[in-house]
């Protein structure tokens, strides 16, 4: 059981508009910011999204993030076959005085 | 470019220790001010942090594995390591080391990983 709640799949079709919602409470998204990973299995998680909507260098402006009291989104806009992957929403908590991770949501491109 | 590696046995009997080692490139563990983290997996499940150390050397650890783990460095190899003590199966997992950024936004703190590594499985199995 994961600390931030995650739906466990989404998916799109190319070109599409999703979005991806993280839900925590007010020891970590209500308290700190929120990072978005996205992997691929296989390969190195990468960072998409911290500080609730800064994007890396690198990263497309097609993603885009925000934050709203302990609730936070993931926006894909444009969608392609190369962002199917797994999505991992997390912050730091300060109960545990470590980061926490959502579920995951497995992103399927149709 | 900043790239971490992990490396250790993919298979360890219940009861024993679980050792794996993280090789840094393009950065030195012992400078800066970023945190050296491990992060695992279990085959189905959502990520779980494990523990950090400080380029200085200090640790904090995930309370709930607290007991049975430590991390260590290697400055002279640039690496960082892992010791899991008494295994189960539960501990089946894929483990991601990382290099990690504390950064303060106002009064809101920032605690991304950036990069990762590509991830080891390791199977606790008799």
């Known amino acids: 059981q994961s600390v931030l709640t995650q739906a466990p799949s989404a998916s799109g079709t190319p070109g599409q508009r999703v979005t991806f919602s993280c839900s925590g409470s007010s020891s970590n998204i209500g308290s700190n910011t929120v990072n978005w990973y996205q992997h691929l299995p296989g390969t190195a998680p990468k960072l998409l999204i911290y500080?609730?909507?800064q994007r890396p260098s690198g990263v497309p402006d097609r993603f885009s993030g925000s934050k709203s009291g302990t609730s936070a989104s993931l926006a894909i806009s444009g969608l392609q076959s190369e962002d199917e992957a797994d999505y991992y929403c997390a912050a730091w908590d300060e109960s545990l005085n470590g980061p926490v991770f959502g579920g995951g949501t497995k992103l399927t491109v149709l | 470019q900043v790239q971490l590696q992990e490396s250790g046995p993919g298979l360890v009997k219940p009861s024993q220790t679980l050792s794996l080692t993280c090789t840094v490139s393009g950065a030195s563990i012992s400078s800066g001010s970023y945190y050296w983290s491990w992060i695992r997996q279990p085959a189905g499940k959502g990520l779980e942090w494990i523990g950090r150390m400080f380029s200085s050397g200090s640790t904090n650890y995930n309370p709930s594995l607290k007991s049975r783990v430590t991390i260590s460095e290697d400055p002279s190899k640039n690496q960082f390591s892992l010791r899991l003590t008494s295994v189960t199966a539960a501990d089946t997992a894929f483990y991601y080391c990382?290099?990690?950024?504390?950064?303060?936004?106002?009064?809101?703190?920032?605690?991304?990983?950036?990069?990762w590594g590509q991830g080891t499985l390791v199977t606790v199995s008799s």
């Open positions: 500080s609730n909507d």
């Open positions: 990382a290099r990690a950024s504390p950064e303060w936004f106002g009064d809101s703190f920032d605690f991304s990983f950036d990069p």
